[in-house]
């Protein structure tokens, strides 16, 4: 069994010793043009060269739970595509996202401000019942973030694309509930994936929709937003700011506004990291348990696009 390694942002020599210790049958190499094809693909948005040469694959796994670039490349029809399935990061996800509201709603960030200028300031404390925050995507990360947010007593809507239960947390499913979701919520966290249905769905309507002094916070992808439509409502205050992890182009262009803008809080794409060893683990396994026949989760439905 012949497993191939191509990693468009990483190298991939860890990788390939990570999955030929946990799979000693197998010969595990990093991919160069011309290489005999392989059985499994281990990739992070390879080029489409690396596709055309692989005539005999059995699956593809991706380093990430995003397939968003994988699914852009032309891919053989019926090939399965496999993306992480948590494998450490949906802790992670709740950590950030938590970090990012408990910060925005008990303002840490303005108590920050005024101890630097040596300023011994009270600001009168708010209620979580005027916070209710959203979570858009209610999968294998925003489940997490939802359950970790309820565990601070915020109100918590969250909205998918079909019905989901989550204990604590109302839940609002499709596109007819998008705007009683959004005018529920003060605080908004983006977890979808991107695919055509939800590209620029953070525009100057749905944010607009927020409750007055909204605060966005996007983990997902840079082009699920409006960057415009972002400044435009910060600008006229319906917006009290934002938290990014994401760019329509990474790393951020230095002349973005994003950047210096006072109300935003910008982070390069770290809010959830892939963790090479529980990865590996996961793919090996994944590996393993498809070779006796048996089902995997995390596989992409290529019609959905996530
Ligand atoms: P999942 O596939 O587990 O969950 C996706 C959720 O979005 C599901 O609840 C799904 O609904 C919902 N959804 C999809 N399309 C729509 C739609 N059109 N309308 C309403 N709801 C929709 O994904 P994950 O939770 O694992 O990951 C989410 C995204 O997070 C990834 O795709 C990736 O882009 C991003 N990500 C970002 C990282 C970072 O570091 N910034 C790290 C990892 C991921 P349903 O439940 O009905 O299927
Ligand atoms: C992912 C990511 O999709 O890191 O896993 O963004």
């Given at each position: 069994m012949r497993i191939t390694v191509c990693l468009s942002?990483?190298?991939?020599e860890p990788w390939v010793a990570g999955l030929q210790a946990a799979l000693p049958g197998a010969q595990v190499s990093a991919w160069q043009p011309g290489d005999p094809p392989a059985d499994w693909a281990v990739v992070w948005a390879p080029p489409q060269a690396f596709i055309d040469e692989q005539?005999?694959?059995r699956a593809l796994f991706n380093?990430?739970?995003?397939?968003d670039a994988l699914l852009q490349l032309r891919l053989p029809p019926g090939l399965r595509v496999v993306r992480l399935d948590d494998a450490g990061m949906s802790v992670q996800m709740a950590e950030y996202v938590c970090h990012a509201v408990i910060r925005h709603f008990r303002e840490f960030d303005g108590y920050e401000a005024d101890t630097r200028e040596g300023r011994w300031s009270y600001r009168k404390p708010r209620s979580r019942a005027d916070w209710p925050v959203g979570v858009m995507g209610l999968g294998v990360l925003g489940t997490r973030v939802a359950q970790a947010l309820r565990v601070f007593d915020f109100p918590v809507h969250g909205w998918s694309r079909s019905p989901r239960e989550v204990p604590g947390v109302v839940c609002h499913a499709g596109e007819a509930a998008l705007d009683g979701f959004l005018t529920s919520c003060r605080v908004l966290v983006n977890l979808l994936p991107l695919t055509p249905q939800t590209?620029?769905?953070?525009?100057r309507q749905t944010l607009g929709?927020?409750?007055?002094g909204g605060y966005l916070i996007n983990?997902?992808?840079?082009?699920?937003?409006v960057d415009d439509d972002l400044l435009a409502l910060l600008d006229s205050g319906h917006l009290a700011g934002a938290t990014l992890?994401?760019?329509?182009t990474e790393p951020l262009p230095?002349?973005?506004p994003f950047w210096s803008h006072p109300r935003l809080t910008v982070t390069p794409?770290?809010?959830?990291?892939?963790l090479r060893d529980e990865s590996i683990a996961q793919i090996a396994g994944k590996i393993a348990a498809l070779q006796r026949g048996e089902p995997v989760a995390g596989v992409v439905d290529p019609v959905r696009g996530y």
């Open positions: 942002q990483q190298k991939p005539t005999d694959l380093t990430g739970a995003g397939v590209e620029n769905i953070l525009n929709r927020l409750l007055p983990v997902a992808r840079g082009a699920h937003l992890d994401v760019f329509r230095a002349n973005h794409h770290t809010s959830a990291r892939t």
